[in-house]
């Protein structure tokens, strides 16, 4: 799990556990302990230790204070729930209605929103919120921000939660992870089984296990081919119920995740899978 950092009248410090690495994952022991602080007189920033080294949090981002700044924790998280919106103000003060969709929002994502973006590394993408939701900040350390433009490894791209219905993560993976064929369509680096067995365990958090798929469609949309995957994960880090969509475009596959806890599910699952079917690069 990615590392937590709380702010408060002081420099407050919280051990966490960060996300374990594909070469170090099993389903219940995440591997690395860190510990992070911030400190009040420098908000905005984080300083993370752990056994490999250590990591620096970038300041402010221009989003946070045009919304009025960043609340007075700041919680990084991977499941629904562990995670504390970094601003207090829901997307519905700011993003568009999305027309003839009564009930949600568009995020379309700029190069402004995330390092990859800024770097040109992964393609624009676009998905609906209900307007409730909250944006979540995302650690240094998932974020991708220390090896753009050539991460080796997946990395978190935006993420957003509600505490009543669930939470959306966009997953970026170089595709050299998958294929060595430079620009290659979904269907070209394999069937769905192959890439949710590969990617699986950055929908759960911690590990994949084929008995856990339920269902798997495929969808096209304006040229472009989606995998779709509904999963019951009981074990996973994300929650109970997940839902996802793989799609390829450029350099990186983009994994659109929307996760929940059974209560989350019991009342908004059919929200949720409309939500999923949203997403498109």
Not at 11 to 29: E, F, I, Q
Request: glycine fraction near 8%; include cysteine.
């Amino acid at each position: 799990m990615p590392c937590i950092a709380m702010a408060s009248c002081g420099t407050a410090t919280v051990s966490k556990l960060l996300w374990p690495s594909s070469s170090s994952l099993t389903r219940h022991s995440p591997v690395v302990q860190v510990s992070c602080s911030v400190s009040s007189n420098q908000p905005g920033s984080q300083q993370c230790s752990g056994e490999s080294g250590s990591v620096t949090g970038g300041g402010v981002g221009r989003r946070e204070v045009l919304l009025g700044g960043v609340s007075a924790g700041l919680v990084f998280g991977m499941g629904s729930g562990d995670a504390e919106a970094y601003t207090q103000v829901e997307v519905g003060a700011f993003l568009p209605a999305v027309e003839g969709e009564a009930g949600f929002v568009q995020f379309v994502a700029s190069p402004k929103d995330t390092p990859a973006l800024r770097a040109g590394n992964v393609p624009l993408y676009k998905f609906m919120l209900p307007p409730t939701w909250k944006q979540v900040r995302i650690a240094n350390i998932l974020s991708g921000n220390y090896c753009q433009p050539k991460c080796a490894e997946p990395w978190v791209e935006v993420k957003f939660e509600s505490p009543k219905e669930g939470t959306v993560q966009v997953v970026a993976s170089p595709m050299v992870r998958l294929t060595n064929k430079p620009n290659a369509t979904i269907e070209e680096i394999g069937p769905p089984e192959k890439i949710i067995s590969a990617l699986g365990q950055f929908v759960t958090g911690n590990s994949y296990d084929a008995d856990e798929l339920l269902e798997t469609t495929v969808d096209k949309k304006d040229d472009m081919t989606y995998y779709r995957y509904q999963l019951e994960t009981p074990f996973a880090l994300t929650g109970s119920h997940n839902l996802a969509t793989a799609t390829a475009k450029g350099n990186v596959v983009l994994l659109f995740v929307v996760s929940a806890n059974d209560k989350q599910w019991a009342s908004s699952q059919e929200l949720l899978k409309k939500v999923l079917r949203s997403f498109s690069a």
